[in-house]
């Protein structure tokens, strides 16, 4: 007599005999506490790199606002009236916006130091994989302790 397999369809000879199980116990957590570790570490490497990188832009270039203007001289009269009218214009325009680019840089350079502050702060402090590390320790050493009270006479 044969029949389908509920789930595959496959078909189920008579005389099959069943494959062998394995009874050793699976801990579902474990697995799991390492797969989210090996993901954890995975991501915590890549947002570090990049929070390197960025941080190391953003230290170089905060100030950097400001470009001096550069005229490529001219050798007729008309050529070199145009460039006298142009670097007065140019200086109009920056004494109404050297007020703003000032704050800004101001305000670059406040947060540049903070995001520097909080990467120290990060960088002395315990890793994710450091912590994920130790909550497997306590918790391999709570079973360890478990199975000696077990043992204990009562």
Known sequence: MTSDHPTTGAS???GLAPAPVDETP??????????????SERQG????DELSQNLHLA???????????????????LGKAW???????????RGYLD?????????????VRVLNILSRRFNNGATVAEIESLRD???????????LEERLPR
Do not use: C
């Open 99 to 111: 007020p703003m680019i000032f704050r800004q840089s101001e305000f670059n350079g406040t947060l």
């Open 26 to 39: 699976v801990d579902i957590t474990e697995i799991m506490r390492q797969v989210r570790r090996k993901i």
């Open 12 to 14: 189920v000879g008579a």
């Open 59 to 77: 230290n170089e270039q905060w100030d950097k606002s400001y470009a001096p203007l550069h005229l490529s001289p001219s050798r007729s009269g």
């Open 45 to 48: 490497r890549q947002s570090d």
């Open 137 to 147: 320790e306590v918790i391999q050493l709570r079973e360890q302790v478990r199975r």
């Open 83 to 93: 460039d006298v009218v142009r670097l007065r214009l140019h200086h109009e325009v």
